[in-house]
């Protein structure tokens, strides 16, 4: 009796390598298996090995990655989950980038038709990622609220109180941006004239990169007479930024999606990796087509420049995977459900 039950603890501890959504499926059958092999073989390091690897591989599935998705029908939340978390990071290096190309186009004398065109196109891609995000943060919580409403928020709590939090304390973290707004609109010849698009976009970029410079700068040591409290909280955004990020993609698995969530939900994928690919090539281009006047990467360093670029690509490989096989585990999934209602009919 007593070596039946470590035998069932054993099995359980390394059935945990794999995600919950395997572990709903298989886990009574695979915890039958490991027993029969530990009635066979008590101790094998390959075979603890083999089945760590395997869980891994699973929860790299379970991430929407892999065409080897458990759920064939939640591939496309967990693609959005992971683009998300993904999306989030790069969004906050896309804004300070293009924040930082703003800047550098408004300093010229001189516009070069390359450098116009980049700039340009750095600002319609952000705007558009930024939107995007945005509306999924939107309808993720609307529909996390409606489903607390109703009372069957229980598994939706935590990830929805680690986002607020995290949202606040990036709130806080930039609470002087009010009144930067306020100052700054009524700095020189009406401020920066918020309903005219190039003064907007020229204050805009201004404060962003006042705000995300800070964030992404490795090993800053902060600015001269600035609180220590404040360095802390600089240093501390990014991951409040990935806790966010990793909240809200946990509550897009979780969460009651209305009907049209569901159908777009791997469309949006797709048009995050288009966008994420766009501002990557067109970043790419600005800094070839004399885009930068002073060091190429400004106040980040060329180090951590050439490392985000790299982060960048990484993301948009990823994103478009995510998209893609979401799209093909869609299409698969809704034909063989015709194909099941059609047997049913005959």
């Known amino acids: ?14 059935i945990r390598w794999y995600p919950r959504a395997w572990r709903e499926r298989y886990s009574e059958e695979f915890a039958d298996h490991l027993e029969q092999e530990f009635a066979v073989r008590r101790v094998d390091l390959r075979r603890s090995l083999n089945v760590a690897y395997k869980g891994l591989v699973a929860r790299v599935d379970d991430f929407g990655l892999s065409t080897n998705a458990v759920n064939a029908g939640g591939q496309t939340r967990a693609a959005l989950g992971t683009s998300f978390v993904l999306m989030a990071l790069m969004a906050v290096l896309a804004l300070n980038f293009w924040s930082w190309a703003m800047l550098m186009w408004s300093a010229r004398t001189y516009h070069p038709i390359p450098v116009d065109a980049t700039t340009g196109i750095l600002t319609v891609t952000t705007g558009l990622l930024l939107l995007v995000l945005v509306a999924m943060v ?47 609109s009524h700095m020189f010849q009406g401020g920066y004239r918020w309903t005219h698009p190039g003064p907007a976009a020229y204050g805009l970029a201004f404060i962003a990169h006042r705000v995300t410079q800070p964030w992404i700068s490795m090993w800053n040591p902060g600015i001269s007479g600035e609180p220590t409290s404040q360095a802390v909280m600089n240093d501390l955004a990014p991951l409040a930024v990935l806790v966010f990020a990793v909240a809200m993609a946990f509550l897009a698995r979780r969460v009651e999606l209305p009907r049209i969530g569901e159908r777009l939900g791997s469309v949006t994928v797709v048009l995050l990796s ?42 948009t490989v990823l994103v478009s995977r995510s998209g893609l096989l979401a799209r093909k585990n869609e299409s698969r999934y809704a034909r063989n459900h015709i194909e099941i209602v059609g047997s049913k009919i005959v």
């Open 1 to 14: 009796m007593i070596d039946d039950l470590n035998d069932a603890r054993r099995a359980t501890r390394l």
């Open 138 to 184: 939107l309808i993720v919580l609307v529909s996390a609220v409606r489903q607390i409403v109703r009372g069957r928020g229980r598994r939706i709590v935590t990830p929805l109180a680690f986002a607020v939090g995290s949202v606040a304390f990036l709130s806080y973290s930039v609470r002087w941006l009010p009144n930067v707004l306020a100052r700054y």
């Open 274 to 315: 288009i966008l994420s690919g766009v501002f990557l090539l067109t970043l790419v281009a600005w800094f070839t087509a004399g885009g930068p006047i002073y060091a190429a990467f400004g106040e980040t360093g060329n180090i951590a420049g050439v490392a985000y670029l790299v982060f960048f690509g990484l993301v």
